[in-house]
């Protein structure tokens, strides 16, 4: 069974500055998308981030990019030029061609001014 | 209006009511999710459907039930509810990348 790990239950970051959230994962499959996730106070869950594993290049989405090893399993997130709207729980996601997902427990992300 | 949408969006309940969340979803998608989140231990599955005639158990389907009415549509009920269950519940939909819906707070007394 997939599991994912990610081993910061809280962090916290200046405003403006950067931060990196890690998560590792467990699985015997080649093809699989990675994924973060971001759950402000709203609850809402928005995603932030997509990785497929067959391409080697790390995604990017604006100020969010991240670092993919797939030897390693290993799927961080870094955030550039720290927003107060940052301020949200992250969760890291693993998902199976066409399948369910599993998610890690969760960072508590808290940008402070 | 939003793409996937929940109903109620907070429940409050007593112990060993049924009760039914309702989703619909107007993205087209055919695979449907309910997830179930508690502090500290993320979203974990519920139940999942790949299209109307196909209904599969997640990781904890114990004390939960589903039902695919159309391919917008994936209801999840409580039979008879139980305080443990007091949690909150999402539904999702998509392929390759999976869209949450706002959630459900329910809180079994």
């Known amino acids: 069974a997939q599991t994912v790990t990610q081993s910061q239950p809280e962090m916290s970051v200046q405003e403006a500055e950067t931060v990196t959230l890690s998560c590792t994962y467990d699985?015997?499959?080649?093809?699989?998308?990675l994924f973060w996730y971001k759950q402000p106070p709203s609850r809402q869950m928005i995603l932030v981030i997509r990785?497929?594993?067959?391409?080697?290049q790390n995604a990017t989405e604006n100020r969010f990019s991240v670092n993919f090893q797939k030897a390693a399993k290993s799927f961080s997130l870094k955030i550039s030029d720290s927003q107060l709207g940052d301020t949200a729980m992250y969760f890291c996601?693993?998902?199976?061609?066409?399948?369910?997902?599993?998610f890690g427990a969760g960072t508590r992300l808290t940008v402070k001014p | 209006d939003a793409d996937v949408t929940q109903t109620p969006r907070n429940r409050i309940t007593k112990t060993g009511k049924r009760i039914m969340l309702e989703c619909s979803q107007t993205?087209?998608?055919?695979?449907m999710y309910w997830y179930r989140q508690d502090p500290g231990l993320g979203l974990r599955l519920i139940y999942y459907?790949?299209?109307?005639?196909?209904?599969n158990k997640g990781e904890i389907s114990d004390g939960y039930s589903v039902s695919r009415q159309a391919q917008a549509k994936f209801s999840l009920s409580l039979e008879s509810a139980i305080p443990n269950q007091t949690a909150l519940y999402f539904c999702?939909?998509?392929?390759?990348?999976?869209?949450f819906g706002p959630g459900t707070r329910l809180t079994v007394l």
């Open positions: 699985t015997s499959e080649s093809n699989y998308y």
């Open positions: 459907s790949f299209d109307v005639k196909d209904i």
């Open positions: 990785q497929e594993a067959y391409k080697q």
């Open positions: 993205k087209g998608h055919d695979r």
């Open positions: 996601a693993f998902m199976k061609l066409y399948n369910d997902m599993r």
């Open positions: 999702a939909t998509g392929r390759d990348t999976q869209y």
